[in-house]
């Protein structure tokens, strides 16, 4: 897999994943799929990577850069420019298995001081030359590709290091390259942890998760990573920001809120000052219940998260096609549970899982636990015990994994979240589903995974048949026609996705013409020559 376009697209640690038997039945069942189809191995990537289109970075600048930051660090062979070239958003995963890198940047620069990203910025600004900061290259709405070549700075290399940490105020300083497991592997040793686990935790930084103002799947307890960020340092074109440690401030606006969220389109983000808390991994309770219905089920989310008795960590809650698709996976039909369930009234086109963890102190984790269960039994509820949380947190990472294999079988693959208010959940989830099942051959599960007290995210995955040659042009119409049912509903374009370019084109719907204007002037003073990610992103000139 050496130097292909496969060793780009594919996820995480590059492993080839096998399909499990209850998926192959489910899509042969779905998609009246043969044995034959599951060998198709569609737009495999295999191809030795090999751009068309030359650096264009003219050398005298490229001396300059090499000056700066060594030239062990300013690469401009055909990989290094593919592989940051585009990041994980369905359409960018075809595009890298047809071996079609259309706008790589001209360098990859990868800076070893928080100085040499300044000179360097200068240097663009002056140039007039594009650069986009990039982590772990794991977007998913097009926040990192390169529409203008230029730079892609990457942080990863060396500016991955924890600056220092504070028991006391409980405080961690990191710089922005450092990936979760070495964040949370240090926090851990040291007694406390992060909190925010987002899918991607393994391979996604701690500057890509504020830059795209990410959510990770125990944020219902310890929030979203906008509730975690007490101070940044952002280096602009303009000149260096750096927001002050303070529990909390009434310094006219809040700084850190005009960059979290800014998908490099402000400056590059060098320093990040997180929230920690106490790790107690033997404290955690944990519980999971069936309900009868997906809409019950959200009636007790919701009064547990108002019951005032503090909130759950982990809170996930399956719709029903969801619940019988993990439930065939996994071999449960017709096993003595199924059977049994069945009995007492939980029918399998209706039925719906929840997991639950506390965490922290003991005895807060047992009172919530209790009340928790409670709730849920006055739901019509049954309290299917700890075990299979256990069971999913074993894996929780591993379901990412299934993309490659499947699009291998020609299958599209892809994810949408959003939030929406409580008043709005079961219209908004019900006109997503009916949109994305009035494709044929379409198979739609959804989740809840992200609670408050005021609403939830919905998140829809969906597997469909690839339509052969036109594969991209498909899937982009089915995807706007999407974003459009999610906005037409009063969900949000993103709950914790971000932006990107993939939905751009709805911000200024979205936002209303004089906060787009906003938006537009803070990027215009920071940022006057239009350096920083352009092309698109946020929706910003
Ligand atoms: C399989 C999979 C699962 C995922 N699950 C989740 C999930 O559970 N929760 C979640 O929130 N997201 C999830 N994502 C999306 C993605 O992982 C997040 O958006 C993540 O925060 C991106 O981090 P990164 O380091 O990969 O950033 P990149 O993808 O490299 O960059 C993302 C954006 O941030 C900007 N950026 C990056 N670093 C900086 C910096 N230092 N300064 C300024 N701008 C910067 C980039 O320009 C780009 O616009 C998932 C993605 C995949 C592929």
Known sequence: MEKTYRSIFKWGDKREQKLEKGIVDLIKEKFQYTDADFGKKVYYGNQQVHLHQKPR?????????????????????????????LGKFYADLLYLRKGEVLAPPDLVVMPRTEDEIRQIL???????????????????????????????????????????????????????????????????????????????????????????????QASTGYGKIEDLVLALSVITPTGTIDSKVFPASAEAWDLNKIFIGSEGTLGVITGITLKIRKYRPRNTAYAS??????????????????????????????????????????????????????????????RCLMFVSMEGDRDFARLLKRKIKKIAAKYGSFYTGSKP?????????????LRDPLMDAGIMTDTVETAVTWDKLIPLWTSVRNYLESREKTHVMAHISHVYENGANLYFTFLSPMKPGNEIEDYLQYHRGLIDVIQANGGSLSHHHGIGRALAPWMK?????????????????????????????LGLR
């Not at 987002?198 to 500057?207: A, I, K, L």
């Open 57 to 85: 970075i003219p050398e005298r600048i490229c001396q300059k850069l090499s000056a700066i930051s060594g030239s062990e660090n300013v690469l401009n062979d055909d990989y290094s420019r593919a592989s940051h070239a």
């Open 389 to 401: 949380v256990r069971a999913w947190l074993e894996q929780r990472y591993e379901s990412a994994y």
């Open 509 to 537: 719907q979205e936002m209303g013409k004089t906060a787009m204007g906003l938006l537009q002037a803070i990027k215009d003073h920071l940022d006057p020559k239009g350096i920083m990610n352009p092309g698109n992103t």
């Open 289 to 350: 219940f069936i309900f009868k219905g997906f809409e019950s089920a959200t009636q007790a989310m919701r009064e547990i998260m108002q019951a005032g008795t503090g909130f759950p960590h982990i809170f996930r809650l399956s719709d029903p096609v969801e619940t019988s698709t993990a439930f065939k996976m996994k071999g449960f039909d017709n096993s003595f549970s199924d059977r049994f369930l069945k009995m007492k009234g939980y029918r399998p086109d209706e």
């Open 122 to 216: 200068a240097l663009c600004q002056q140039e007039n030359i594009a650069l986009t900061p990039v982590g772990g290259l794991s977007s998913v709405t097009r926040g990192v590709e390169t529409p203008r070549g230029g730079i892609s700075l990457d942080l990863t290399r060396h500016l991955n290091k924890i600056v220092d940490m504070n028991t006391l105020n409980a405080t961690v300083r990191v710089q922005p390259g450092i990936y979760g497991p070495a964040l949370e592997k240090y926090l851990n040793e040291r007694g406390y942890t992060c909190g925010h686990f987002p899918q991607s935790f393994e391979y996604s930084t701690v500057g890509g998760w504020v830059a795209a103002r990410g959510a990770g």
